[in-house]
């Protein structure tokens, strides 16, 4: 089994600002062990860069398309990043 490190931006569209999504992402990102960070953008979606585990990374995904209780997602989008700076996972904006 390979636990190579797997990189990746995400962009998330829906009900995702004013739901608890960011807050809810980092303390999902966290339980995995992954590094990154998550910000709402002005146009109302929200966007993350997740570094770890290849398969923690996949589960974190997968959880995404769902969000916390009061998100409705309709999108998420994969898209290149750069790996974070920082250990951990945190909230931008």
Known sequence: MHNETTLTGVL??????????RAWTQEEAR???????????EDGSV???LSGPEEAVAD???A???????AK????EPEP?????????????
């Open 12 to 21: 998330v569209t829906g009900k995702v600002q004013g739901v608890n999504y």
């Open 31 to 41: 339980s995995r062990g992954l590094r990154g960070w998550v910000r709402n953008e």
């Open 47 to 49: 966007r993350a860069v």
């Open 60 to 62: 974190m995904l997968r």
């Open 64 to 70: 995404m398309e769902k969000g916390p209780p009061a």
């Open 73 to 76: 997602v309709e999108r998420v």
């Open 81 to 93: 990043a750069e790996a974070p700076e920082q250990d951990g996972f945190e909230i931008l904006r």
